[in-house]
């Protein structure tokens, strides 16, 4: 039984570099940062100084304010960008197809905002004023399920918790569901509103942030000073269709998703395994789900958080796998200008690297001044890099060892 193809026909984002996915990618190939002053808190409550937030967005753009009352931050972000991946598809939602269209939008952490401004509602005044919205604004879930209530997509409803690896384990997921045939048209991705004060003391506590002050320098993936992630927020969501269904429909395609590839390190909570063995078989595992050999792939959209053990067993990871090839290819993390989105970073990734073999050119990775001997390939630093881009491939890796990497590819028929 051969595969169901499977194309991306619509992509939608909200990111500290714009709040839609071309705005967003004209900043990335101009090497703007997203990274600004930590304003959403008191940052002198905190080590970290700053943080890529979104700004000037309007979640009354999409729904009415009384509706978006009864949402968390992080869900407001998956509606705004699924609405702008849905129109950008053309995809039209009937009673009659909605059965066969699904949402697979994953986050990270869900509404902390919520569950910490109500918990300080309930110290102070109990618990009758709580919100009775309190619950299904917090579940990670409820950016899936909201989406699909405002499109009437009635297909499979679901939601990807894998940390930092939540946004491609989505898309991979929802890439599967089609395959197999379980829906024509899959609306997925990530959604993360982690600026809260909890969440910032908590990466704060595990040294996991960058201390450092300057906004321009403070994520600087593969460089030797690194000291850090920068921590972000948004949503990045892409409208996944089994190919005849979008040829049916006259749709756009931006690219052929072809592989996908998720494993556990079975090692440590948050640090990667030595060597980024399990990052290792995520890659492998997305390739040989292509049919593809190493030697095809030319870009890879890098996890890159600016951490000192991701970037280097990253790094170890890709030369393991590609070999010499590992040297020819080119890789940058565009986390250096967006920060890290947690649980929505693999679907803006995903949008980056789809723009890059939509338009032959590769995004760079800034602030990259100072090389670390160790991470030794080619990060495309500074400036974007004109090139001609056939299939790349976008990788995840979370705590609790989640590791997952999809490929994609230029569309021929």
Known sequence: MSKRRVVVTGIGSVTPLGNDAESTWKNILAGQSGVGPLTRLNADEYPAKVAAEVKDFDIEQYIERKDARKMDRFTHYAIAA??????????????????????????????????????EIFQNRGYKRVSPFFVPMIIPDMAAGQVSIMLGAKGVNSCTVTA???????????FKVIQRGDADAMVTGGAEAPITKMSVAGFCANTALSTNPDPKTASRPFDQNRDGFVIGEGSGIVVLE???????????????????????????????????????????????????????IEYINAHGTSTPYNDKYETMAVKDVFGDHAYKLLMSSTK???????GA?????????????????????????????????????NEARRQDVSIGMSNSLGFGGHNATIVFKKFEK
């Open 345 to 381: 970073a693999g679907g803006v990734e995903a949008i980056f690297t789809i723009q890059a073999i939509r338009d032959s050119i590769v995004p760079p990775t800034i602030n990259l001044e100072t090389p670390d001997p160790e991470c030794d390939l080619d990060y495309v630093a």
């Open 164 to 174: 930092c690896a939540t946004g491609t384990n989505s898309i991979g997921d929802a």
């Open 242 to 296: 089994e190919m005849e269904h979008a040829l049916a429909r006259g749709a756009k395609i931006y690219a052929e998703i072809v592989g996908y590839g998720a494993t556990g390190d079975a090692y440590h909570i948050t640090a990667p395994s030595p060597g980024g063995e399990g990052g290792a078989r995520a890659m492998r595992m997305a390739i040989e789900d292509a049919g593809l050999t190493p030697e095809d």
């Open 82 to 119: 699924s609405t702008m991946a849905v129109k950008d598809a053309g995809l039209e939602i009937t009673e009659e197809n909605a059965p066969r269209v699904g949402v697979w939008i994953g986050s990270g952490i869900g509404g902390m905002e919520t569950f910490e401004n109500q918990y």
């Open 336 to 342: 250096s200008m967006t920060g890290h989105l947690l």
